[in-house]
């Protein structure tokens, strides 16, 4: 593989480490499936932080600080488990992506249909067609490498994340002072404590999808300055900037849409169009629509490039056919770009085919959960075998407390996503064919995350050759 220019340029700093924390993770599209439970939002929130939130943010910062070479988890799992391992970690990061891109492109083009007419968000020709069109500029965007996505994120993420949250939270400031009606019961700390059961279980495994990307900046170690400096602070500002956006803006939708009619795709905009219609500005919501579908267009971005650029390590080392390896002048890896961007497409067509909506989303969703929580359980058991079989590796960043705080970590990261994982499988109420509802979500599961095992099964030598072969003297 030729070395393309942009390949090694120290381009990001510490600011831009965090906004691509925050493209891939402060998703506002997220928020109406939390807002269906009220002031309890919190808790659920607060659970997602203690279980999965916090730990992936103090084993990223060790792990990306103590392993910066790049390539994210599959560099770390890789030191700890071997090339099988980090193999599997990696690819399971990548695949979830194929099933996860329906979801947000469903969100960004239900969203663009508030700012034409929002009878289009139920029109599945509308729907497909916008996903499409997002779908590929956001792949052409990725082709013109890690600068220039870069740059777009950072301008995306405040503008179609950041500004709608706060404006979201302001509004519901605004209808808390206005005397408006408030549709969930007035706040005691009581309600904070969510109520777990057969029926709201599966929305524990909705915070690792919440939650999910924060080691995403894990793949851009080499573009940092000083990837040991600036990692720990970027994860710190990132988690912060999330938690708060996510939190309030989710009570702000929570305390003005009755939790029965919240749509999971477009309750966003239900919520903006009442408070606008409210205050007598209803022709802000074609505007605000457009900000809201472009902050879905980053949070696609964000996970567009990171994992196809670590399976371009894969395929360079000789573990995937040389195809994985080809990128253009400007380091991306178009192969690997076109694929997941073929794949994602003949997906996306479920949301033309099933009759729900919402069932294509929990379907997908739920594959998304178990796949990625294949990834952090082998992130968080990576944290916790390097501790013990490279204790003398340099980490600029060390989780405190010893291998106490190391086990504390790594224990409630590991708690978290195997019950994520569990629970995952578990279909909502309006779901009446549990069995059909398990085994497309388990079968889609493994047929996302074993391709791995088949690419050592048959690696043939030839595919480094064919790497290295030709372009280096």
């Known amino acids: 593989m030729s070395e393309a220019p942009i390949a090694n340029k120290k381009v990001l700093g510490l600011f831009a480490l965090a906004m691509i924390n925050v493209a891939a993770v402060l998703s506002i599209r997220n928020f109406p499936s939390m807002a269906v439970y009220g002031w309890s939002c919190i808790g659920w929130y607060v659970l997602g932080a203690i279980v999965f939130l916090i730990p992936i943010s103090l084993a990223g910062a060790e792990l990306a600080t103590g392993w910066p ?3 994210g988890v599959y560099a770390w799992v890789k030191q700890a488990f071997g090339e099988k391992g980090g193999f599997v970690a990696l690819f399971c990061e990548w695949s979830n992506n194929l099933v996860w891109f329906p979801t947000v492109l469903s969100f960004t083009a239900s969203t663009l249909a508030f700012a034409l007419t929002p009878d289009l968000a139920a029109n599945p020709w509308f729907m497909f067609a916008v996903m499409m069109i997002v779908f590929w500029g956001t792949t052409a965007i990725a082709y013109f490498g890690e600068e220039t996505s870069t740059k777009f994120s950072n301008i995306g993420v405040i503008l179609g994340s950041i500004v709608p949250s706060l404006l979201i939270i302001g509004l519901g400031l605004w209808w808390l002072g206005s005397g408006q009606k408030i549709v969930i ?11 777990i059961n057969l029926s709201t279980l599966p929305f524990f495994a909705t915070i690792v999808l919440l939650f999910a990307g924060m080691e995403m900046a894990g793949f851009h ?92 390590i894969v395929a360079e080392e000789g573990n995937m056919p040389p ?23 003949v997906i996306s067509l479920l949301y033309v085919f099933l009759p729900s909506v919402n069932q294509a989303y929990w379907i997908l969703s739920a594959m998304t959960v178990e796949l990625l929580c294949i990834v952090y359980i082998l992130v968080f058991a990576a944290l916790i075998k390097l501790r013990y079989s490279k204790p003398d590796t340099p980490r600029p960043f060390k989780i405190p407390g010893g291998m106490i705080g190391v086990w504390i970590v790594g224990g409630l990261g590991l708690f978290g996503t195997v019950l994520s994982f569990i629970v995952g499988l578990m279909p909502p109420m309006y779901f009446t064919n549990w069995i059909v509802y398990v085994g497309s979500v388990l079968l889609g599961t493994f047929l996302l995350a074993v391709p791995p095992l088949i690419f050592l099964k048959f690696k043939h030598p030839g595919w480094l050759k064919k790497q290295n072969g030709g372009e280096q003297p």
């Open 185 to 195: 019961p007035h706040f005691t700390l009581a309600q904070t404590v969510p109520t």
């Open 221 to 312: 170690a080499l573009e940092t300055k000083n990837p040991q400096r600036d990692f720990p602070r970027a994860m710190a500002l990132s988690a912060v900037i999330i938690v708060i956006c996510t939190v309030l803006a989710t009570l702000a939708i929570a305390i003005v849409i009755p939790a029965s009619q919240l749509n999971l795709a477009s309750g966003v905009m239900q919520a903006i169009q009442y408070f606008f219609d409210a205050a007598g500005i209803a022709w802000l919501v074609g505007p605000m629509a457009l900000l809201i579908t472009l902050g879905g267009v980053v949070n696609l971005a964000a996970w567009l490039i990171g994992p196809a650029k670590g399976l371009g």
């Open 69 to 71: 070479e790049g390539g």
């Open 323 to 345: 195809l994985f390896d080809k990128t253009n002048k400007y380091g991306a890896p178009v192969a690997v770009l076109l694929i997941q961007a073929l794949i994602g497409s």
